[in-house]
């Protein structure tokens, strides 16, 4: 019985039908994926770290003497101007009181003075009157000899005899000094704080200081009076305006920095960049814990705001900025995000998207900057690289833009 050729083709139909059903059934599912194009464009390496910024030339200003800082004549954030504004007064210490051993001894001292001084002013006395005399000597053997009757050689010996007591009479002199003096300075051991003898008139009673330099008050360790010691802190003085920026940087990292780089300032409070240069690398580092409790070795590294980026920038002293150091830049490098990248037998690799495919491609790393990556060769411009592969993602594997769902 022949075939109808109806019955062939609708035979035919319900065969492609299923066969279409069963590969829409079991075909692989493509993995969904995040996709960037390699480009060319500019790349910096940069070291980046936490910076404060600080008045370059601080003045500490402390007490010359020990005595009593008064109340501070000035406050924190003043103008001051070098050599003519007070800016801290300083009152010389006071007497101590005695104990019984101390004021026994210094009485006792008093006596020793007083009794010094009656012998000096006695042997002043006697030293006068042995002039007297000797001058009297004198006036008459010139006389006698004036006459004839007495020879040169007692007129020798009367002038050197006066000449002798007037030398004595000027010893007696500064002995009875001396003497007033130690007792003087025997009945000043007895003085007692607040006694009228050791209270000094107002002019005269004080140390003033006076600002070193034109600036701004910076802190005043203490505003009240209280005691100090000779080369006690009491203020600091300096220019808000003429800043620096500090950050202690990774020794390994330092290495790669040089004098005068280029600086980028960001985060310190405004929308804007500003920018610095290197100006100093310390050459010692130290050792810092960090936040994870790991020991690290640090460098200070000093840098230089560049004229003009600090005006009217309302920036002072200990302010937080986070500072990017330009340790090299060029112009059209072939990057991609280093999300992109992976390890493959000792080398780095990516996989690209071509026609809906991921294609596996072997790369060369060259420098690297935050989040990118110069590559050398391997790839060309313009390919669309996957970012973060899964497991699943794999050479040969059907892929899809994720932002096409």
């Known amino acids: 019985m022949p075939i109808k050729p109806r019955t062939v083709i609708t035979s035919a139909l319900a065969l492609v039908a299923i066969v279409g059903a069963g590969y829409f059934a079991f075909r692989p599912e493509a993995v969904p994926v995040d996709m960037v194009v390699a480009e060319r464009a500019p790349m910096r390496q940069t070291v980046d770290a936490d910076g404060k910024t600080r008045i370059k030339d601080i003045y500490e200003v402390s007490a010359p003497i020990s005595g009593t800082a008064q109340r501070s004549p000035v406050e924190v954030g003043d103008l001051v101007a070098e050599g003519t504004t007070v800016v801290a007064v300083v009152q010389p210490l006071a007497t101590g009181f005695l104990d019984t051993r101390a004021r026994s001894q210094a009485e006792a001292a008093v006596l020793e003075a007083?009794?010094?001084?009656?012998?000096?002013?006695?042997?002043?006395?006697?030293?006068?009157?042995?002039?007297?005399?000797?001058?009297?000597q004198h006036a008459r053997v010139k006389a006698l000899v004036s006459r004839g009757v007495s020879s040169l050689t007692q007129l020798e010996d009367a002038a050197q005899q006066q000449t002798l007591r007037e030398a004595a009479l000027e010893s007696a002199v500064l002995n009875r000094d001396m003497a007033e003096s130690a007792l003087a300075r025997s009945r000043a051991a007895l003085i007692e704080p607040g006694e009228s003898g050791a209270v000094i008139d107002d002019e005269g009673c004080c140390v003033s200081i006076t600002a070193p330099v034109d600036g701004v008050v910076l802190d005043i360790v203490n505003v009240s009076e209280r005691p100090v010691q000779a080369g006690t802190k009491l203020l600091s003085i300096g220019e808000p305006g003429n800043l620096e920026i500090v950050a202690d940087i990774l020794s390994a990292d330092a290495v790669s920095i040089e004098p005068g780089a280029r600086v980028l300032v960001e985060r310190w409070g405004g929308g804007?960049?500003?920018?610095?240069?290197?100006?100093?690398?310390?050459?010692?580092?130290?050792?810092?814990v960090s936040a994870l409790g790991i020991e690290e070795q640090r460098v200070d590294v000093t840098f230089d705001f560049v004229d003009g980026e600090i005006a009217g920038r309302k920036l002072g002293d200990g302010y937080a900025v986070f500072v990017r150091v330009i340790t090299w830049e060029g112009d059209g490098v072939l990057q991609v995000p280093i999300s992109t990248l992976f390890r493959n037998n000792g080398g780095w690799a990516l996989f690209a998207a071509e026609g809906g495919v991921a294609r596996q491609y072997t790369v060369e790393v060259g420098r690297r900057s935050g989040l990118m990556a110069e590559?050398?060769?391997?790839?060309?411009?313009?390919?669309?690289v996957i970012t973060h592969p899964s497991d699943r993602v794999a050479d040969g594997v059907q892929v899809v833009n994720r932002q096409e769902l």
């Open 114 to 136: 007083e009794a010094g001084l009656r012998v000096a002013e006695s042997t002043l006395r006697q030293a006068r009157e042995e002039l007297n005399y000797a001058q009297s």
């Open 272 to 288: 804007e960049r500003l920018e610095a240069e290197v100006r100093k690398i310390e050459p010692s580092a130290y050792t810092k």
């Open 375 to 384: 590559i050398t060769s391997g790839i060309e411009p313009g390919l669309q």
